[in-house]
């Protein structure tokens, strides 16, 4: 049984900065996706990013790219997510998920385990 455990949320004022991590443990990753899901107060769980764990591979969506970067410790079994130039619309619940698969998939029913979650609040 995978385990993740989420830090680094908080509260930063727009245009600031954050870093995420996600310790995974409980099993090896070598053939799994792991990703980063949002979800905002009243809307449905959102993909952010993900990363291949085999290889490295990175997939985001549109209106993170170039701001968000998604990267792992593989000594450490961590993935991390690092959050540039934050907006307030960024502000969510960030979690992290891992899914059994060697090809990307980005619906949140999809994926098997989860973190608990943690707060990043922008302010404008």
């Known amino acids: 049984q995978a385990q993740l455990v989420e830090s680094g949320g908080g509260l930063v004022e727009a245009g600031g900065s954050l870093r995420l991590s996600c310790a995974a443990s409980?099993?090896?990753?070598?053939?799994?996706?792991l990703a980063w899901f949002r979800q905002r107060a009243g809307k449905e769980r959102e993909f952010v990013a993900a990363l291949k764990w085999s290889d490295s591979s990175t997939y985001y969506i549109d209106s993170v790219k170039g701001r968000f970067t998604i990267s792992r410790d593989n000594s450490e079994n961590t993935l991390y997510l690092q959050m540039n130039n934050l907006k307030p619309e960024d502000s969510a619940v960030y979690y992290c998920?891992?899914?059994?698969?060697?090809?990307?998939?980005?619906?949140?029913?999809?994926?098997?385990?989860w973190g608990q979650g943690t707060q990043v609040t922008v302010s404008s």
């Open positions: 998920a891992a899914r059994s698969t060697e090809v990307l998939v980005t619906a949140f029913r999809d994926y098997d385990y």
């Open positions: 409980g099993r090896t990753f070598a053939k799994y996706f």
